[in-house]
């Protein structure tokens, strides 16, 4: 079955550290992968996505994401954390065509000062 | 004004009542989802429609129903609520490309 696997519940860093949020995928095909973040109350907003092509992808707010065949891993990284990056942050794939995406569980993201 | 609006923000309700979650989007896209969020389970897919003549089942879709009045217009409907479908509630469209656009989310709860 196809599936999206985020392996950390909660993650915790200081400002002004680097962040790393990992995403494993279980799909036939490598699938098109994205990035949402939710902010307390908000609803969720597209940070990046993989189509094709270079595996290293920009997105907003600073952060990018490299796509790892070998691994089926989608990570998103930040080199410096903000305290406004606190949130909670989606990794989700859709693949063969389905326009039906799927989301892993989700990762909260706490900073400290 | 929000691209995606849901209506609702935050409703509670009791155990037996009939509740209409209403999702309204002047984005013009052709797709639009109902996603149920709780806590450690991410977002799980209740329903989908690609136009306003197609609606599709997703993974948890016992228990609610839908209506796409029109393109803009996707609703979901608790027919008898219970307890256990106290959750965030998201609406969410896409043109078809990969991204989806989502509400800022109602909040059902179900005494």
């Known amino acids: 079955a196809q599936s999206v696997t985020q392996p950390d519940i909660h993650i915790t860093v200081s400002e002004g550290a680097s962040l790393e949020l990992r995403c494993n995928y279980s799909?036939?095909?490598?699938?098109?992968l994205f990035w949402y973040v939710q902010s307390p109350g908000q609803g969720l907003q597209l940070l990046l996505k993989y189509f094709s092509g270079d595996t290293l992808v920009q997105g907003i707010k600073g952060f990018e994401a490299e796509f790892k065949r070998s691994q089926s891993s989608f990570n998103l990284r930040k080199p410096s954390v903000h305290w406004s990056d606190a949130a909670e942050y989606f990794c989700?794939?859709?693949?063969?065509?389905?326009?039906?995406?799927?989301f892993g569980r989700g990762t909260s993201l706490i900073v400290h000062p | 004004d929000a691209d995606v609006t849901q209506t609702p923000r935050n409703r509670i309700t009791k155990t037996g009542k009939r509740i209409m979650l209403e999702c309204s989007q002047t984005?013009?896209?052709?797709?639009m989802y109902w996603y149920r969020q709780d806590p450690g389970l991410g977002l799980r897919l209740i329903y989908y429609?690609?136009?306003?003549?197609?609606?599709n089942k997703g993974e948890i879709s016992d228990g609610y129903s839908v209506s796409r009045q029109a393109q803009a217009k996707f609703s979901l409907s608790l027919e008898s609520a219970i307890p256990n479908q106290t959750a965030l509630y998201f609406c969410?469209?896409?043109?078809?490309?990969?991204?989806?656009?989502f509400g800022e989310g109602s909040r059902l709860t179900v005494l």
């Open positions: 984005k013009g896209h052709d797709r």
């Open positions: 799909y036939g095909a490598t699938p098109y």
């Open positions: 989700a794939a859709e693949g063969g065509g389905s326009y039906i995406p799927t």
């Open positions: 969410a469209t896409s043109t078809g490309a990969g991204e989806l656009f």
């Open positions: 429609s690609f136009d306003v003549k197609d609606i």
